[in-house]
């Protein structure tokens, strides 16, 4: 369904070229600031036209909010939002009413619903995420004063990419370039390929790593809602998205257990309240699906965008050979744009997280009482 | 919480040193045979003790079905199942009462639950995945019936892989060897491998692969619930699980679009109502979350066991410094069998995703009311 | 949370004097005609103002959809939709900043979480509800092709009340009365009843009754999900609702077996694939929480509103005593408004059943296959 | 489906004549000491056989947990039981094999499921409840420790009744008489009544009344989950419930809002937060769904068991009619029995509103950081 999360939830509706993509984020935290600058300003780290590297569609993605914020702070009630749609030039798709593009959803969808909206992919258009990015902002609001903090970045585009050990990079400097790269070199020539690609009518993938710092110990189930898998499921929900792996990830099947196991540190004397430390972190903070206080990197692997700027053959609905060639205004590389939305992906599952263990803390806090 | 799928669920119980593992499957369909014999086949392929490359602890893994089966076929009633616990020598693990052993579970569950059950890692412990065999069981039985095949297989043991491309495997080869990887050749040196790592009192991780053969077009939710999401969900909830991808999952991330986009070939005349058949498959079967009809295949990261038959210096809940040396008997490598555990969770998700698109296909079918 | 239903879900959002009241509906059948104008024509049953019956306040309560639909047709994606909140007084909330009206949410709201929006009820105002006669509307114009009708009426008013037996009513001059009560002159003296409490300042409490007709045998899940369990959840969640009844309700519970026991009756030769008849229906159309096709007729208890036009002492935030005298403008009895959101209740939770029980259905028309 | 609860979990499964009654709980609060002898205990107030009011059948209903308990506490992993069938004689049933009972949920399974188990209702049994008293219990635990009780009774078999207002009776007396009821002459006359219905054959309908003390403000969710809500599901979804109503409940329809006004008292200085405490309790402890720390009395209609010593006439899957004349060994009235299941509903609904409500009550207590 259209529903994710546990206790705190986005519920999001919405297609390109219809009136407004919304959603309504229920569970938010009662007494929070609302602060709708910032929220604008993630929203515009995923909007369309921001550099060169991105179409040149433009969008104001505008958040208004109607409800469950009074006097500026949340009151716990459903936050509900929308943003208008504005920059629609439906008619760019009016050639493409009975075909199924290559490595669309036109068929898939079709064969599901028996319908279809044929404008810019309808729902399946990543601009759904625009209520991703809504959510996670929300999110982001109340992990900050947990003292939670997410970060993501563009870590590979094609066969350019930047170090992998996380702690090795200078996050300050993922927003100083387009592409959202913290390596200032490893940016520059990600650029360079991503200009390259769309010269050619051709689109590039890549991955965004990741990292969740400030999470305490306790969080995520042990079986089915192990905390990895949570998180899991969010990432592969993004469009184009093929994998997912968090620690030292598919690199660990090559190793031995005597190389990646993560031993715990000796905490000094008078110490042992603030919780153990790891000499290593190839876990990638999580152990049995429960968070264990280490910071959590994990990778996105995106394919390269299914919409091409060149003529290619495919089959119309009526499984008659055709040639398409869209107009339209692309990305040729979604990777820049998605780093906001991977941001907010986590923030809502660690928040979702962080408050479906609030009830077992505090019945242990309320030890006296239970 | 210890509960997965919407309209196919099952929900497990049980630690390994308890009096059993078991489940409750709600949303079996009615009707339909249940072969015990093969349910039980399924446990053998999972049980410890069936070779030299797994641990030597003996269990019978007898099933015992409480509910939902009358008269040997299935009421829609939930199944509600034991498998009594048999060979436990807890006393073995007297000496890890007080121990947080490296990269297991015991850390995170006592700070998640302020308690822990010290004996063979309590819940955290793969016995546990005997429920979802079980669940997996009776959901092929439904499969079979739809003609939805699934099958898994050890693709890579540290550094030894067999060839990625499955439709250049012969899968009849899987369980011909020990390690069930369908290349003769691969699997002989993944044995020899295996041997030498425990020989070492060691373990090493893998790669386990597999492919869903005859899904039809439409089955997916569109946003969150994408059906690699759910079915990455699924793989990232068992034990020692660090990445999935499907399709060419990471390997997309370094090509072109135009490399990669999956062209629908025009079908002959007449059987267009076949459905579309794609090209290639770098996609995986799976377009904008929805299956394309195609089939899916996906690789699933293991990491290498924590427990190792060697020395390791750790901490105890008091934060003092100990070494531990567990005796016990641990598998080297999970790999082998983790296959039908894998299988297992593919099928529960296939079968609940089919299970969750009935309605609409009943929308669709009965159109001359809606 | 703001969510109801399994397959067919509503999430609903809004405060009376935010910027709008809204809502979500998930699971939204594709292909379905989306009637605007009946949609419409149901909120005009709801709205203030359409009678001297009801509060004089004035709102258009206009519903604007954002998506889910295209080119007159649902299309099997979220629909989110909007009322904008128009009449607001806020002002005339202004002296009820601090207090903690009697019977009312006030003080359990700002227990719960701990700030409060004072403006007219916020979140829990009857103005929520505007968001289920939209979702309501739409579960309608789906339960019309499947053959399913819902009707409610006011059956008592105070201590004013028509026939209980639905058998012998006439449901269509249910609309030709501003009390909405199929009796004419019960409905006569109910009005009069209800101008007697406005001219007091007070309020009244009463019955709606309801029945489903042409629901199809089978739908309902036998334990916690009882048909009649989901429906009695669904009343029990309107505003003011103290009490749910189906079938012969409280009065079977002097009864002895031997007389309210329903005896199926034999069908006529040829018949009996339309299924059974009964010769009585005092268990309601429902049997261990399964429909049996036969019509379920139920009845919701509402209390009398708690918003008096007189003075009442009360406390506010600081535990001081005070007296109140609101002047706003409210209903002195919601019984004739709450008719659609009776039904539109009863609607979505059929709908959501059917759904539901849609896979079964489809398991067995497969017979061959499974 | 099988599952009631949102973080307290309660997953049922078994059939009156098959191997066992199970059930899983999920969501228990760690370190709770599990009272064994305490859940037995509740188990011999739903016994068959406990008094000549109820069945001559014989179960020894011993409980077996499997899981979750770790040196007589809870752990926080689901706690996994059974109780096995014992007494069954399902010759008894034969004859029924292809009939449908008056009344019964025989025709509604086989037209849901298309097969049926017809020995002694099969799943629709109230044997089924056993999950649900051992799941209440062991809710109970955890309430005791929170200060809340939960206390129910017989208040009226047939047309008998004792005062309704629940503050006028003596609780204590309640388990002193076999029908349950707190006042001892309404007592001996309900005995009196079964005994006769007994030798007639015949079976008797009656109200379970409750309460709830000690229950905390801020319980419940504003819209859909109201508390009230959730409680009324709970109880509706009880096997021969037909109706629920809280507070004044239905006799609130006569009423006008002046007189049942729930007016906060001034609380003597200084004690303002120990919360407020209101004049009347007309409301029932929970407003606009929330609970205002009041006690929350609620009554729950039972019809009479369909099952009669006496013949009746009906039809058989053949559309035939035929017969009947059931031996086997059934209540003439639930209601003694009905006692302990009423209460176990009513902890599990409380309890988990009650670890709901945990996460929001945690962001308050540590506001400082939010």
């Known amino acids: 369904m259209n529903t994710f999360g546990t206790l705190f939830r986005l519920t999001s509706f919405g297609e390109s070229h219809g009136a407004a993509i919304g959603g309504v984020v229920d569970g938010m935290p009662p007494g929070i600031d609302i602060d709708v600058d910032f929220i604008q300003s993630e ?5 369309p036209g921001q550099s060169r590297l991105t179409t040149a569609r433009k969008e104001s993605d505008q958040v208004e909010f109607l409800s469950g914020i009074f006097e500026g702070k949340s009151t716990g009630t459903p936050i509900g939002f929308i943003v208008r749609n504005e920059n629609q030039h439906s008619t760019d798709y009016d050639d493409l009413r009975d075909v199924f593009r290559p490595s669309h959803a036109d068929y898939t969808y079709f064969m599901k619903y028996g319908i279809r909206d044929h404008r810019g992919g309808g729902r399946s258009s990543a601009r759904e995420t625009i209520a991703r990015v809504v959510a996670g902002a929300l999110a982001k609001l109340v992990l900050r004063k947990i003292g939670i903090r997410i970060t993501a970045w563009t870590q590979q585009v094609g066969n350019i ?8 990079l200078d996050l300050t400097l993922i927003e100083t370039n387009d592409v959202r790269c913290p390596a200032p070199d490893a940016a520059r020539r990600m650029e360079e390929l991503i200009m390259e690609v769309k010269a050619d009518g051709d689109t590039i993938g890549g991955v965004i790593a990741g990292v ?3 999470c305490p110990a ?8 192990k905390l990895h898998a949570q998180l899991g499921s969010a990432m ?7 994998g ?3 620690g030292d990830g598919f690199a660990m099947t090559e190793k031995r257990g005597s190389e990646v196991n993560d031993r715990p540190s000796s905490p000094p004397r008078g110490e042992s309240e603030r919780g153990l430390e790891f000499c290593s972190n190839h876990s990638g903070g999580i152990q049995g699906g429960i968070s264990n206080g280490a910071p959590i990197p994990f990778r996105v692997a995106f394919k390269p965008v299914a919409t091409l700027l060149r003529p290619q053959e495919t ?4 499984g008659r050979a055709v040639t398409i060639n869209p107009r339209g205004r692309h990305d040729p590389c979604v990777l820049p744009r998605a780093v906001p ?6 923030a809502i599952t660690i928040l979702d997280a962080w408050l479906c263990a609030a009830q077992i803390v505090n019945c242990k806090s309320s030890n006296s009482k239970l």
């Open 43 to 47: 929203l515009a780290r995923r909007k």
């Open 161 to 168: 990419a930047c170090e992998r050990d996380w702690t090795r």
């Open 212 to 214: 969740i710092e400030g």
């Open 218 to 225: 306790g969080l995520g189930e042990p079986v089915f809602g």
């Open 236 to 242: 592969l929900s993004i469009n184009a998205v093929k």
């Open 244 to 246: 997912f792996e968090y």
């Open 315 to 318: 089959v119309d609905i009526h």
């Open 341 to 346: 939305i991977v941001e907010a992906m986590a």
